[in-house]
């Protein structure tokens, strides 16, 4: 999984964010305050443009630019929480080319780790990290002879969490202020991670 993946991991992810754009902003509507498809939407925006500009030459090149660009034009909770994990991901993958189904499982787990460090969120607390933790723990246990399979298994496990988080009570985040109203409902950065890994996913298999 070299340059040319992460770059068109991060195309494609700009155009399912576009894509989905209102349905997770009314995900959000319900336990938030409706702007997460417009925030991931106006950062994955900017990071086609800077595509456009100069071609990052490695993966972890590509993942730093994203962190960057989501931290400074997504705001909110989501923008430093996945600007975190890219960051993160970016510093455990250093400067290779190519990424392995190892380097593949530590960059997913730096990503998520970074997810927890940032926001403290623990597992079923109806957040991002229901859909993460699910895809690191899959991306670990998948056949490594072949990186597209792990980056597979790891969306599968991502959308299984996502849907996992409708019967959840919100613990962290605007969603908390619901308390047990946020039940019956998907959290939206849950289901924002699991089409943005399906697109890592995507990227691996075409
Ligand atoms: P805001 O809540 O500031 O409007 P967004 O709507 O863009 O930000 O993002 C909301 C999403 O952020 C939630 O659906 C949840 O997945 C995630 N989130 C919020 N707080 C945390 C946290 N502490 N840890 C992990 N994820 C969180
Ligand atoms: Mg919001
Ligand atoms: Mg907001």
Same mark, same amino acid.
């Given at each position: !999984?070299?340059?040319?993946?992460?770059?068109?991991?991060?195309?494609?992810?700009?155009?399912?964010?576009?894509?989905?754009?209102?349905?997770?902003?009314?995900?959000?509507?319900?336990?938030?305050?409706?702007?997460?498809?417009?925030?991931? *939407?106006?950062?994955?925006?900017?990071?086609? +443009?800077?595509?456009?500009?100069?071609?990052?030459?490695?993966?972890?090149?590509?993942?730093?630019?994203?962190? !960057?660009?989501?931290?400074?034009?997504?705001?909110?909770?989501?923008?430093?929480?996945?600007?975190?994990?890219?960051?993160?991901? @970016?510093?455990?993958?250093?400067?290779?080319?190519?990424?392995?189904?190892?380097?593949?499982? +530590?960059?997913?787990?730096?990503?998520?780790?970074?997810?927890?460090?940032?926001?403290?969120?623990?597992?079923?607390?109806?957040? !991002?990290?229901?859909?993460?933790?699910?895809?690191?723990?899959?991306?670990?246990?998948?056949?490594?002879?072949?990186?597209?399979?792990?980056?597979? +298994?790891?969306?599968?496990?991502?959308?299984? @969490?996502?849907?996992?988080?409708?019967?959840?009570?919100?613990?962290?985040?605007?969603?908390?202020?619901?308390?047990?109203?946020?039940?019956?409902?998907? *959290?939206?950065?849950?289901?924002?991670?699991?089409?943005?890994?399906?697109?890592?996913?995507? +990227?691996?298999?075409?």
């Amino acid at each position: !999984m070299d340059a040319a993946w992460a770059i068109d991991w991060l195309r494609r992810s700009a155009a399912v964010v576009a894509e989905h754009r209102v349905a997770l902003s009314e995900l959000d509507r319900a336990i938030g305050d409706g702007d997460h498809g417009e925030n991931l *939407d106006r950062g994955f925006t900017a990071i086609l +443009a800077k595509l456009d500009e100069e071609a990052p030459p490695t993966p972890g090149a590509a993942f730093k630019m994203a962190a !960057m660009t989501l931290i400074s034009k997504v705001g909110g909770a989501a923008g430093p929480l996945y600007g975190t994990a890219f960051l993160r991901a @970016g510093t455990a993958v250093g400067d290779a080319a190519a990424l392995d189904s190892a380097l593949l499982v +530590a960059a997913l787990t730096a990503a998520r780790d970074g997810v927890v460090a940032r926001g403290k969120a623990e597992s079923g607390d109806k957040t !991002m990290i229901d859909a993460w933790t699910p895809a690191v723990d899959a991306a670990a246990a998948a056949d490594r002879s072949a990186p597209a399979a792990v980056l597979a +298994a790891a969306a599968e496990a991502a959308e299984a @969490g996502a849907v996992a988080t409708d019967p959840l009570i919100a613990r962290k985040g605007r969603a908390s202020y619901l308390g047990e109203r946020s039940m019956g409902h998907r *959290d939206p950065g849950a289901a924002s991670s699991a089409l943005i890994l399906r697109a890592a996913a995507d +990227a691996a298999a075409a």
